[in-house]
């Protein structure tokens, strides 16, 4: 890449960022697949500067939409918001905007179902399964086992 050919590629980046929320792991993966490394500081700079690119914003996004759509616990989108190289005190602050109740529905509702699927074979293994079901999904060891003994009551 030549300097002439940095606004383009610089819109090029914008228009990536605007489709979606993105984080800067994966524009540097995408500068990487466009050969531009050497301009690599720079483009994600001004991208930030144009406000394309904010790393706290995607966290709030990414911690909402895994809670609410995909009914993921803290711990499973802790995971992968460090495995996209996030510290864990930028994850920490921003899981203070989880309200309890929903977050408690959530997995109250998972149970259910995977109770339902479950107390027809049989009543064998049921609190583990069950508690292996909701840990699976990411979910505190303590908040799974008071929701397990609550429905097995």
Not at 11 to 24: A, G, I, T
Not at 68 to 76: L, T
Not at 115 to 126: H, M, V
């Amino acid at each position: 890449m030549t300097p002439s050919n940095y606004p383009a590629l610089l819109n090029k980046l914008k228009k990536f960022c605007s489709d979606r929320e993105r984080c800067r792991r994966d524009v540097t993966l995408k500068i990487q697949r466009l050969r531009a490394e050497e301009f690599s500081e720079k483009l994600i700079e001004d991208l930030e500067k144009a406000d394309f690119l904010n790393e706290n914003r995607y966290i709030r996004l990414f911690i909402h939409s895994k809670i609410q759509s995909r009914r993921w616990g803290r711990i499973k989108v802790k995971a992968n918001l460090m495995a996209k190289g996030f510290s864990s005190d930028k994850i920490l602050k921003n899981f203070n905007l989880i309200e309890k109740e929903p977050y408690k529905g959530n997995l109250r509702n998972i149970l259910t179902k995977k109770y339902e699927s479950l107390k027809n074979a049989g009543k064998d293994n049921l609190f583990a399964r069950l508690m292996r079901f909701g840990i699976g999904r990411g979910y505190e060891q303590e908040l799974v086992m008071d929701i397990v003994n609550e429905k097995l009551k």
